[in-house]
Nanobody, 124 residues
Framework: QVQLAESGGGLVQAGGSLRLSCAAS????????MGWFRQAPGKEREFVGS????????YYADSVKGRFTISRDNAKNTVYLQMNSLKPEDTAVYYC?????????????????WGQGTQVTVSS
């Protein structure tokens, strides 16, 4: 069982930055690939990026590539999403998710555990 808790959301102006954190419980965090997803009002939840277990390779949606960076600290059981050059269209609830031995899937069904989400609002 893994429990996830996101933090770091808030209100920021366009062009600004935020860093989201996702703290995980459990002693096997390093065995999980981690994903970030987001859901805007009236839209489906969509893939933002992921970091694999074991190799720490990262993958990003085209819409955030070059602006967002995912990293993880296994000693702290935490994964991060650094978001730069934020745009109003990045406004959404951001969720982290854990998939056992995941190699960076962009599919929701490949993740077994989800956090409650944190709101990110980007004003124009």
């Amino acid at each position: 069982q893994v429990q996830l808790a996101e933090s770091g959301g808030g209100l920021v102006q366009a062009g600004g930055s935020l860093r989201l954190s996702c703290a995980a419980s459990g002693r096997t965090f390093s065995s999980y690939g981690m994903g970030w997803f987001r859901q805007a009002p009236g839209k489906e939840r969509e893939f933002v990026g992921s970091i694999t277990w074991l190799t720490d390779n990262t993958y990003y949606a085209d819409s955030v590539k070059g602006r967002f960076t995912i990293s993880r600290d296994n000693a702290k059981n935490t994964v991060y999403l650094q978001m730069n050059s934020l745009k109003p269209e990045d406004t959404a609830v951001y969720y982290c998710a854990a998939g056992f031995r995941s190699y960076g899937s962009s599919l929701l069904k490949d993740y077994h555990y989800w956090g409650q989400g944190t709101q990110v609002t980007v004003s124009s």
